[in-house]
């Protein structure tokens, strides 16, 4: 049985890939390793919890003597490695936390796969998950390729370019058979209701002010949870080693026009008058180095890999609206924190 560490799996992306994975693959032995800070929730996967081929471990990649010996004890074959800090205005407040997990993690996650496989590289792979945001803002016209240089432009930014950087540093100097992806602006079920759409839903549902930045004229390109999750699992399965892949919804939508698009969303689902919950957008100052425009060219993956998006944005949003609405006891525990004094009581550091 194949063993494969998932870094970050009780995450957002994470819980959805862990799943995946198990789910799909019963010559895997997937292991999943998150420290379960405020965005690592396990009740994202209490349906697989209990599976024979899933094992999870609370621990933290800045630790490296403990990475160490993961990778002593467990032998890994393989790395998908989804653990970050990823909230920009966190690394506004703090530069260095996302420099501690984003870099020094990264680092420390390679070094103890270089020592463990020990040039021995066949069947061997790090996956590294990056984002689109490495490659700075775009303006009007123009789509981000894997050619795009990296022009980073906020401390969470700066930390995953460096890291991204690090990854192929290691192919090129150790020859490690890694593999780098970076994705659009994700949403759908269990992202952390600190983000626009479950924060936007949340706020709506208790008729909450909707905080937009500045005029809300941002611009990002938007990919189902679950359609990224389908593409890292082709990527692992079937993309070049060495290779960078682009993971995009082809689905730009100004900031404003998506919230406007959920109040109308919301009302018809709350049983509330047409447009009452617009009544709630509330303009704020805009955030330190707001990038204007992300968009992804995703064709490189579509064309050699024959991955594209299942859902169109429309339909990806009301599937998300529901789940967030038919789960109100996830949301809650996650806004008070509940979840993490029921975890941090069954798995101590």
């Known amino acids: 049985m194949k063993k494969i560490l998932v870094t970050g799996g009780a995450g957002f992306i994470g819980n959805h890939v862990v799943r995946l994975f ?5 010559e895997y032995h997937i292991y999943n390793l998150d420290k379960l800070t405020y965005a690592g929730n396990l009740e994202n996967l209490k ?46 407040l703090d530069p260095l936390a996302f420099v501690n997990t984003n870099v ?8 103890s796969a270089k020592k463990c496989w020990d040039g021995k590289y066949e069947g061997k792979r790090f996956y590294h998950i990056s984002t689109d945001e490495v490659y ?57 209701p600190e983000k626009l759409l479950p924060l936007c839903i949340n706020n709506i549902k208790h008729n909450k002010p909707l905080p937009i930045y500045g005029k809300g004229e941002n611009i990002r390109d938007w990919l189902y949870v679950v359609d990224h999750a389908r593409a890292i699992d082709t990527i692992f399965h079937r993309g070049n080693s060495g290779e960078t ?27 509330r008058a047409e447009g009452k919950s617009r009544e709630l957008i509330t303009f704020v100052k805009d955030r330190a180095g707001h990038d204007m425009r992300y968009a992804i060219d995703a064709s490189k993956i579509q064309e050699e890999l024959n991955w594209e998006p299942s859902l169109q944005f429309e339909e990806g949003l009301e599937k998300t609206v529901d789940w967030y609405l038919d789960n109100t006891d996830w949301l809650e525990n996650v806004t008070s924190g509940d979840y993490q004094n029921y975890y941090a009581n069954q798995y101590q550091s």
């Open 22 to 26: 198990v789910n799909n693959y019963s």
């Open 245 to 271: 892949y682009n993971i995009g919804g082809i689905n730009e939508w100004k900031n404003i026009d998506i919230v406007r698009l959920l109040c109308d969303i919301m009302d018809k689902k709350l049983q």
């Open 47 to 92: 349906n697989i919890e209990e599976s024979e081929n899933y094992t999870f471990i609370k621990g933290d990649i800045t630790d490296a003597s403990f990475i160490d010996d993961l990778f002593s004890k467990y032998q890994f074959e393989a790395v998908i490695h989804l653990a970050a800090e990823s909230h920009v205005d966190r690394s506004i």
């Open 136 to 192: 700075g803002s775009l303006g009007e016209d123009g789509l981000f390729t894997e050619e795009t240089p990296y022009d980073p432009q906020s401390p969470y930014s700066a930390s995953k370019a460096s890291s991204d950087h690090f990854v192929r540093a290691y192919a090129n100097t150790y020859k490690m058979p890694i593999v780098v992806s970076n994705c659009s602006n994700n949403y759908g079920p269990n992202q952390f």
């Open 104 to 111: 020094i993690g990264t680092v420390n996650l390679l070094n």
